[in-house]
């Protein structure tokens, strides 16, 4: 008896495990995309979007344009692969997101320039992104809700974590690759051809992620609602009915509530993780004259104070609650955004002193984004949490991530003030405050709802 109840235990870890290391990689190679994106900006724009070769603001702009168009689609992504997961399982779903995934990112990289075939060259971008945003709108709900679901009790925090850490690992790959290739290649080699390699390496990164996610068995939720979805339909004894009573779809009316709430919870985290992780090296470049690896070196800082803080307080909050954790963080962002980025535009500040800032920023962001998914998939039935939690992500994302490099470097040429960035990100972590504070603080002690 001993024996056989071990051997279970063991493998419940091991279906956890790969539930983790599965739901994982696909979100490491989306968002070492969206980063290598973001930091490679200047050399897309000349590439893609300038006529004459020359990164300047406007190519700039039309390249940020195209980067929050992507996002834009995410929302159409997450509603429908959502349905699909919801529907026909995790498992398969997750496969197809990443193999389209995988494939518009590897075809970035062989795409032929402005300068060889044209207004084409941005159209064929701007076609990939698209296709790039329909998938990662449904790798989040996906993801989460294989991490979560497969969670043991009083620990979907830190499972859940790990959705937001391997945004940070794949932040920080994109970064490190970028740092390497701007350390080894001169700019007219890394212009011409060597901005390329990142996007190539999605190719081998895809295969080792398709050979895990097909080995990834679907979650407990999701067979529980299945069977007692059958159950409903069938002409089982009443007996039998009454021992697993089927299980009810929530109204429309109430998952968009939900949907619309939990975009107010995740709006500062959003705006505040794109601001200080992904928009911020063009930022410093183009604002504050800073040399390309200069601004990579300060988002590699940056998404190691993201990554830090990310799986301590997925952790933390499983014990004191997500409200707690979440709200601390936003009210940190909100506090520290203006002096943070004071510290980084002062000439006299120290170089150490300027480090110190991009990490604490991180940091922050990290106590915002380390209880978030476990906070949306508990915010959700099984029947309709891949859809809703992947909805809420991405249209949070899509105003408030995709669309803060366009936002942030228009108004800084409309009015020249340097401290946009920052009102930005206080101006959305002031609502995320209000719509945290309905959390309650005993939801992580309770059951994912079937």
């Known amino acids: 008896m001993g024996i056989t109840v071990q051997t279970r235990n063991d493998g419940a870890q091991l279906r956890r495990r790969r539930a983790l290391v599965a739901g994982s990689v696909g979100n490491f190679i989306e968002w070492y995309e969206f980063g290598v994106y973001g930091f490679f900006a200047t050399i897309i724009a000349s590439n893609f979007f300038s006529t004459d070769g020359a990164g300047d603001l406007e190519s700039l702009i039309k390249t940020y344009a195209s980067f929050a168009l992507a996002f834009f689609f995410r929302p159409v992504g997450a509603a429908l692969f959502g349905r699909l997961g919801d529907r026909i399982g995790r498992r398969p779903t997750l496969v197809i997101v990443l193999l389209l995934m995988s ?7 062989v795409l032929p320039t402005y300068a060889s075939v044209g ?16 998938s990662a709108g449904g790798e989040f709900g996906g993801a989460v809700s294989v991490m979560t679901e497969f969670a043991p009790p009083g620990r979907r925090g830190l499972y859940g974590s790990w959705q937001s850490f391997t945004v940070a690992l794949g932040l920080l790959a994109g970064a490190g690759i ?9 700019s007219a080699q890394l212009s011409d051809w060597g901005w390329r390699i990142p996007f190539l390496l999605a190719l081998p990164m895809g295969l080792v992620a398709l050979w895990l996610r097909l080995r990834l068995e679907e979650t407990p939720s999701f067979e529980r609602a299945r069977a007692g979805q059958a ?18 779809s929530p109204s429309v009316g109430d998952t968009a509530k939900a949907i619309l709430l939990g975009i107010g919870r995740l709006m500062g985290w959003s705006a ?9 090296p063009t930022y410093l470049q183009t604002s504050l004259n800073a040399s390309f690896h200069q601004a990579l070196v300060a988002s590699v800082l940056a998404n190691a104070g993201f990554a830090l803080t990310i799986p301590i307080a997925g952790a933390l909050s499983d014990r004191i609650g997500r409200r707690a954790v979440m709200l601390t963080g936003t009210v940190l962002i909100l506090v ?10 002062s000439e006299q500040t120290s170089l150490t002193a300027k480090g110190f800032a991009v990490l604490a920023a991180g940091a922050a962001v ?37 669309c803060a490099g366009l936002i942030i470097t228009w108004l800084i040429k409309e009015t020249s003030n340097l401290d946009i960035p920052a009102y930005f990100v206080m ?7 209000i719509a945290l504070s309905t959390l309650r603080g005993n939801a992580h002690k309770r059951a994912l709802v079937d």
Do not use: D, H, K, W
């Open 103 to 109: 494939g518009a990112t590897t075809l970035i990289g």
């Open 119 to 134: 207004i084409l060259a941005p159209v064929l971008l701007t076609v990939l992104r698209i296709l790039q945003g329909l």
């Open 178 to 186: 970028a740092a390497v290739l701007a350390t080894v290649l001169n």
């Open 231 to 248: 159950e409903s339909t069938s002409t089982a004894a009443t007996a039998t009915e009454a021992a697993a009573p089927p299980i009810a």
């Open 272 to 280: 505040a993780g794109y601001t200080f992780l992904v928009v911020m």
């Open 336 to 345: 520290l955004a203006l002096p943070l980025l004071n510290i980084l535009q």
């Open 366 to 402: 990290g106590l915002v984004a380390g209880p978030g998914p476990a906070m949306l998939s508990e915010m959700f039935p099984t029947s309709v949490r891949y859809t809703g939690l992947g909805l809420a992500y991405s249209l949070s994302n899509a105003v408030f991530s995709g």
């Open 427 to 433: 101006a959305t972590c002031a609502v995320s405050a």
